[in-house]
């Protein structure tokens, strides 16, 4: 019989098909493969082919826009949004517009081509999101922002259209509706328990084991209750706190053991797929928030969203998080 | 400058990146061809390949799950829900689950093969509503029940697995987070104006007519203000009704002629582009509803969703729904 199941958070309700249980195996693959780029306009020595830095990590005393950097930030050549200009609010009969007023970056992980963050040092994988927090730290500054999405889109079929390994970030000036649901899920859920539903799912994962994958000292990664995707995971801060943006260094430091290590795994257990990659985090303007806990959300993309998923928002997983938890712990990875 | 816009129902924002617009010729294409199938289940003849019917459209006196229907409704083989069973609502935890009780059935829009709805005469197409709706008026008995939803997947790139034209219904033992989001919306609409927000949307595009795709006695094909994909379409009945049962058998002929010319303005204007049809309608356990109202949404795929649209629920849209109606208002078809 297969199972229903409720997520805690958003009270999505998601099919877990147990009884058609799909193992890493039965998945149509399409594997990220570095091909090599005739000419990667992220690849040092191309510095003049992205927009000036907004960031960079480079040996104190290097010149900015030039070779020697470990991680460049840029402004998004083809942005979705742009940075200048007023957001002038209308009306048009029923209807609300504003201008597309915002901010979209690139973040260049590493100046080596043919890498991902599974392969890439430790160190290395903790500097995306040094860098990420350190992006956010300077555009909360600007008040027209109210929400910074932080993400990533590995390989062609997550949507990637570079091969270089690189993530993006968009600051919006609107809160966006799934930030908003996940505002108000816990909210309620804090309403009735007085508690934070993660710090809630944190301990309760902790106890039971089953969909946990891995854990350091300040991280646990799990695969969540009510998975959207096979192999959905999520990792989770084991301390509470509502943005991504105040983590210390230390932590920050751990995260991206944490990341290396869970990405290994997945690209062990299901050959390379590509995946998306979300940093789910509180509203910049806001202060903490007791209810609200910050976490990555990581999804491999292995089946496709058809018509029924779209019109109703309502999932099927062929494959419990039990079992996609298993594999991924007991991957042998270095 | 690009445009934000907000869809007045589900109060979702949109980016309108108008300042890289596409038209129909600069998206990726994976045109739905029929390739032809060895042995194909929902071909006459294969009437065993299939479970026993649940309705079908055949010249009366003619013997059951034999050749000789127009139109053939069965379970699916591979369900998703299973149709026997208490739902057995448990907790584990601070988790909910059930047992994954519903249905789960697939219409065989027509006795041929290679043909679509774009192509099949309008009464053809008008019975795969009269179909949807005879099902969902069957097990709308079923108190178990509390959702219906009726969607296509067209072509494998929108999620179809075999080729022969067909379309699935699922029952479900809970309303949709997507569907309570509308209803939810469309309650604050009216709350506020009293006034249905759907008769409002009619009204203004029938005024102001720059998104109108087509339009008939009792229909009104339009792109909506903030598409979350390029082309994509609602089919909205310009009489007020919430559910989409109790259209009159006039009503439903009518619909067939708008689907048929839709379908094939967007053959014809995205060669023959893969899309999901979803009809959105309200719970079936609920009376009539003053403030929600029945329509069907239409999504070419054209485009990846990628991280960012994942994580916030946000979308980026490169064509204005103004260029895509027109686009489809001007194609040639008979």
């Not at 693959?29 to 191309?46: A, K, L, Q």
């Not at 930030?179 to 009735?192: D, I, M, N, Q, W």
Request: hydrophobic fraction near 40%.
């Amino acid at each position: 019989m297969p199972d229903l199941r409720k997520d805690p958070i958003t009270g999505r309700w998601v099919i877990i098909a147990s009884d058609r249980a799909k193992r890493p195996n039965d998945f149509v693959r399409e594997p990220v493969e570095v091909r090599g780029e005739r000419i990667c306009p992220f690849c040092p020595g191309f510095e003049n082919k992205t927009p000036p830095e907004t960031l960079a990590y480079r040996p104190s005393g290097q010149e900015a826009n030039r070779p020697g950097w470990a991680l460049r930030v840029v402004p998004n050549k083809f942005p979705a949004l742009r940075v200048e200009g007023d957001l002038n609010p209308q009306g048009e009969g029923l209807y609300d517009r504003m201008n597309g007023v915002g901010a979209h970056e690139v973040v260049i992980e590493t100046a080596e081509h043919a890498t991902n963050l599974g392969l890439m040092a430790e160190q290395d994988v903790a500097n995306l999101f040094f860098a990420f927090r350190d992006r956010v730290l300077d555009l909360k500054k600007d008040p027209r922002f109210r929400y910074i999405v932080l993400f990533k889109n590995h390989g062609q079929g997550a949507g990637a259209s570079l091969e270089h390994p690189h993530s993006q970030l968009i600051a919006l000036p609107v809160v966006p509706k799934r930030v908003l649901e996940e505002l108000s899920g816990a909210t309620k859920y804090y309403g009735f328990r007085e508690r934070c539903v993660f710090c809630d799912i944190v301990r309760q994962e902790m106890h039971s084991r089953t969909r946990v994958v891995l854990e350091t000292e300040h991280f646990l990664a799990a695969s969540p209750w009510a998975p959207r995707f096979p192999f959905e995971t999520w990792v989770m801060p084991k301390r509470h706190a509502s943005h991504f943006e105040t983590a210390l260094p230390a932590q920050i430091h751990n995260l991206g053991q944490v990341m290396r290590s869970l990405v290994r795994r997945m690209d062990q257990v299901l050959e390379n797929a590509p995946y998306n990659m979300i940093i789910h985090t509180a509203p910049v303007q806001e202060g903490p928030l007791e209810h609200y806990h910050w976490h990555i959300e990581i999804m491999p993309k292995l089946t496709r969203v058809a018509g029924f998923e779209w019109g109703s928002g309502f999932y099927i997983n062929p494959t419990p998080p039990e079992e996609s938890a298993k594999f991924l712990r007991e991957a042998t990875v270095t």
